[in-house]
């Protein structure tokens, strides 16, 4: 069974170490040689990446999948 993705814009968290709200951003990727860039939830001040549980289980599973398959 897939969970439904929370997209980034629909989180609302604050960085433990910075204490800023997260914003939504462009973030490099990079799995398996391959890099990418995606909008994902962000600490402006140090740049923590949120990845939601739903997305790690979910679309970035799906990814890591086809990438190996490769």
């Known amino acids: 069974m ?6 980034p814009e629909d989180v ?3 960085c433990a170490r910075c204490n800023q709200e997260l914003v939504v ?3 490099n990727v990079e799995y398996l040689g ?3 860039t995606t909008e994902l939830a962000k600490c402006p001040q140090c740049g923590f990446v949120l ?3 739903e997305l790690a289980l979910g679309k970035m599973a799906e990814v890591e999948q086809m990438l190996e398959d490769k």
Do not use: A, I, M
């Open 2 to 7: 897939k969970s439904r993705y929370t997209g």
């Open 25 to 27: 951003g462009p973030v």
């Open 51 to 53: 990845v939601s549980e």
């Open 12 to 14: 609302e968290w604050k």
């Open 34 to 36: 391959n890099r990418f």
